[in-house]
């Protein structure tokens, strides 16, 4: 205590502090962690790849679910938030992008540029991103007035202009159909489609592997609500997060690409990935990015939708979103909470389409 250092221990992945006098309950201390090393790229039991991804040019970090221990030390689990300082440090002429707000650029010794990042809001690990790059940067704001601040490789500008323009367009109508935004900046981050496998919702800045579509910008800017201000407790409860922003592309298409959501959930329904298992119930950890998680979690949505009328529905949403704002829920949570404020009893719901192994009859 009071700066003295702290016996430490490791066994794997587990660091731990021991400090030399004994906390007492409810005490708060500060923990200082020096530690370095060259960062890692991590294979999932899915076999992508996470963690430190090297890029033509410079490298982007992806964390979902355990890649952000590739590059910090920290508590890497959802329900374990936290407001983050990120500086970079990288040779002039490449910029390095992080969440939340730019606070400063500055030179450094040897031909080098240091960028200063702040996210003030509570933040999973997971989420956490840098990406390094000689990006091409805009900044501009919502309607509403939220910053939102672009970065994309020169290799993709062009094909990424049109969509990326309607990031404040999404954002004002995520506000109308979810509730207030709940950050203090927004974007989005566009690599070569090499350089990663898939995209990611990395909190204020979604990071995407080449051009994204208006689908997949919808579905990662939905994730600021759904997984990133509302962060599943466990990874178990990852279909609250899945389930709800790829619903979110089922109500763009309906409101500007004359897709109903009902042919959204028909098709969806017909596609045999997603009855493969139950969306709350992934059989292992390899499942938890898998087709059931994403469509039959939005069919969940929409059952819910269907059974609480419209009105009820967004209100829900809403107050859902206002409730847990900057905390974790669990997959108990959200049944518990659509019954109480429904004033109805949802079990057959949640038996058939929630927990449910085999595929209902619909009419």
């Known amino acids: 205590m009071e700066g003295a250092e702290a016996a430490v221990s490791r066994a794997g992945n587990e660091l731990t502090l021991r400090p030399d006098t004994d906390l007492t ?12 090393g060259n960062p890692a790229t991590i294979t999932d039991a899915d076999d992508s790849q996470e963690g430190w991804l090297t890029t033509v040019d410079g490298a982007v970090a992806l964390g979902q679910p355990t890649g952000s221990m590739a590059w910090f030390p920290g508590n890497h689990h959802p329900s374990d938030k936290a407001s983050y300082d990120i500086t970079v440090t990288v040779p002039n002429g490449l910029k390095a992008i992080s969440n939340g707000e730019l606070k400063s650029e500055r030179r450094a010794k040897g031909g080098r540029t240091a960028f200063a990042w702040h996210s003030g809001e509570p933040m999973a690990s997971y989420l ?3 990406a390094i790059g000689a990006y091409e940067t805009k900044t501009s704001r919502t309607p509403s007035g939220v910053p939102v601040y672009t970065a994309v490789d020169p290799t993709v500008t ?3 202009a049109k969509v990326l323009a309607t990031v404040p367009d999404v954002m004002e109508w995520g506000v109308k159909n979810f509730g207030p935004y709940p950050f203090s900046s927004t974007g989005a981050i566009v690599e070569r489609g090499n350089d990663s496998e898939y995209a990611l919702e990395t909190q204020t800045k979604p990071v995407f592997p080449g051009a994204p579509d208006q689908g997949l910008l919808v579905h990662e800017l939905a994730h600021q609500w759904f997984g990133n201000s509302v962060t599943p407790k466990s990874w178990r409860d990852m279909w609250l997060s899945e ?3 790829t619903y979110a592309e089922w109500l763009w298409a309906e409101d500007f690409e004359n897709i109903p959501v009902g042919a959204s959930f028909r098709r969806a329904f017909g596609e045999k990935a997603n009855w493969e298992f139950p969306p709350a119930k992934p059989p292992t950890a390899a499942d938890i990015s898998d087709a059931p998680v994403y469509g039959r979690g939005a069919m969940v949505i929409h059952k819910i939708r269907e059974a609480v009328g419209d009105d009820a ?30 004033g109805k009893d949802l079990k057959g719901l949640w038996d058939t389409w929630l927990y449910g192994q085999d595929k209902p009859t619909v009419r």
């Open 25 to 36: 309950e409810g005490e708060t201390f500060t923990t200082v962690v020096r530690y370095s």
């Open 128 to 130: 956490a991103t840098v």
């Open 158 to 160: 062009k094909g990424s």
């Open 243 to 245: 389930g709800f922003a």
């Open 313 to 342: 529905f967004y209100d829900i949403v809403r107050d859902w979103t206002a409730a847990h704002r900057h905390g974790n829920a669990s997959t108990d949570d959200f049944t518990a909470y659509v019954e109480k404020r429904s």
